[in-house]
């Protein structure tokens, strides 16, 4: 009944409303759905200058490569556990490879699960700042969004374009409308380790590639 009460308070505040805005296609879709009419479609934006200057992460050696992953670890739909299940592959191809993981979650169990060779390679860094969350994105060579649904527009990849950092992201529907069905950025099947890893690898050991994303 409190649900049903709220939806009929919300429904009735939208309909004096003169004019509607929605960040996606998939949320536009998902207004008219709920509460009818239509909206303009007026996406997220960022302030360029936030990401694209200032220090770099002092811990990220830029001699070695380097992916950077921004969620909550202990949400399934942020893709944490697709990543760790293409991390092997990865290891395997770039044995110098640096993981960054920004993001609250209970981090010290999620270590202690982890097999050791995986977690030494990984810098587990928790909640920061947003200026500290710029700086991690500008000192990596690749932004990895393994999201598996969810999300309605996708401000993460925008940020770390901003930061002129390559992107390899997941393909649900407001990923792939970011980046433009890949190209702005490289997609892959979602849920798919193997997948994940392929880009990961082919842009990381390609300059020129990953330059065409940044």
Known sequence: RILAAGYYVAQTAMEKLSGRIAVSEQARRTLVAHLGG????????????DFSTGPMLATIDRRRPSIMFLGRVDEP??????????????????????VVVVGPGDLDDLRAGLDPALASRIEFL?????????????????????????????????EAMAAGTA????????????????????????ENPEALAIEVIRLLEDAAIRAEYE
């Open 126 to 158: 928790g909640r920061v700042s947003d200026e500290a969350k710029a700086s991690a994105l500008r000192s990596v060579d690749l932004y990895v969004a393994p999201h598996t649904g969810g999300e309605s527009f996708g401000i993460v990849l925008i």
């Open 77 to 98: 739909r942020k893709g944490f556990a697709v990543l760790l299940a293409a991390l092997p592959a990865i290891i395997e191809a770039v044995p110098e490879i640096q």
């Open 38 to 49: 239509d909206a303009v479609l007026i996406p997220n934006g960022v302030r360029v200058a």
């Open 167 to 190: 992107v390899v992201a997941s393909d649900i529907p407001a990923f792939r409308q970011v980046l433009e069905g890949g190209v702005s950025g490289a997609l892959f099947e979602s």
